[in-house]
């Protein structure tokens, strides 16, 4: 029996790394750096894959020492697929998730945004699990949208975030539009 998860992570890093021309950054995946990086070395990418009704995941240690740790930009790419069944039922091989994998959608908030939401959601608490806090779709929309609560909810000020939809399905939000045109030249939307 393979590992759904693992298929479906690897699969959306090479996606992002493809996506905007990055190189992987954590070459061991030893969770030590974000997963890629751009090839210029001034920012950073950590991908979280998830169903769009689940949430990708941030766990408190991870999000802990990429801020602790790392001195560049960092971004959380945060990119939803439609699947939302049990995948090692529906899909017995790694091929054939692959194969259904959609991106259904991918936003890509700096830092500042993923740690807000870190330290004013409940966390969840599993005995052999880090602390972690799950973004779904709709609030990443609302985030990216400008929903007021949404806003509140992190306790940030809107105004001093810039919002990009170069694509449908990809939203870009930069702190004051930092590195905003370096990610818009480096997109290559034909992967999608």
């Known amino acids: 029996m393979y590992e759904p998860r693992r298929i479906v992570g690897d699969f959306f ?31 950073f990418v950590e991908v979280k894959a998830s169903a769009y009704d ?18 560049v930009r960092r971004f959380y790419a945060f990119v939803y697929h439609s699947i939302s ?8 091989t ?16 700096p830092f500042s945004i993923v740690k ?6 409940r966390k969840r608490i599993h005995p052999k699990h880090d602390d972690f806090v ?14 007021k609560s949404a806003w509140e909810h992190l306790g940030l000020e809107q105004e001093d975030y810039k919002m990009a939809k170069p694509h449908e399905k ?5 702190k004051q539009g930092h590195l905003e045109q370096q990610i818009l030249d480096s997109l290559h939307p034909g992967v999608i």
């Open 170 to 174: 990809i939203h870009i939000v930069t």
């Open 54 to 71: 689940n949430g990708g995941v941030i766990n408190r240690t991870q999000l802990r020492r990429f801020s602790d740790d790392i001195s």
């Open 134 to 147: 799950q973004l779904r779709e709709s609030l990443a929309q609302a985030i990216f949208e400008g929903d």
């Open 13 to 43: 890093e090479q996606r992002v790394m493809r996506l905007f021309d990055l190189v992987r950054a954590d070459v061991e995946s030893l969770g030590i750096a974000p997963d890629l990086r751009s090839k210029d070395g001034s920012f």
């Open 94 to 109: 790694p091929r054939r998730l692959k194969c259904a994998l959609d991106l259904r959608s991918l936003y890509l908030f």
């Open 85 to 92: 069944r049990d995948m090692t039922k529906d899909y017995p």
């Open 116 to 121: 807000a939401h870190f330290e004013k959601s």
